[in-house]
């Protein structure tokens, strides 16, 4: 499975950002898909997940929105109220099959990787 991460930039604290994913898994609704950022020097975190139902960091609730469209295969990371510490390379993870409650939020559950693309939030 390929996964094609695209949609970052640079903006400005407040502003906003639409994230996308390109999968090429079969029957991509059966697949959980994950959003991970990595900043300069820290882990790799989990941002927002979405199987049966979604979940999100707490650090980002409220203010990201995480979708699919399973048409399409395609994967949406929509960010808004940017802030300064929102900074980090955004990644795109999937599992075949269903993630629940907090194994939503681990990076060893995602079996397939997106390359990255790098969100800048200036103050």
């Known amino acids: 499975v390929q996964l094609q991460a695209s949609g970052g930039g640079s903006v400005q604290a407040g502003g906003s950002l639409r994230l996308s994913c390109a999968t090429s898994?079969?029957?991509?609704?059966?697949?959980?898909m994950g959003w991970f950022r990595q900043a300069p020097g820290k882990e790799r975190e989990f941002v927002a997940a979405?199987?049966?139902?979604?979940y999100y960091s707490d650090s980002v609730k409220g203010r990201f929105t995480i979708s699919r469209d399973n048409v399409k295969n395609m994967l949406y990371l929509q960010m808004n109220s940017l802030r300064p510490e929102d900074t980090a390379v955004y990644y795109c993870?999937?599992?075949?099959?269903?993630?629940?409650?907090?194994?939503?939020?681990?990076?060893?559950?995602?079996?397939?990787w997106g390359q990255g693309t790098q969100v800048t939030v200036s103050s």
């Open positions: 993870g999937a599992k075949e099959g269903l993630v629940v409650g907090h194994t939503a939020a681990l990076r060893r559950v995602y079996d397939y």
């Open positions: 979405i199987s049966r139902t979604t």
């Open positions: 898994a079969r029957t991509f609704s059966r697949w959980a």
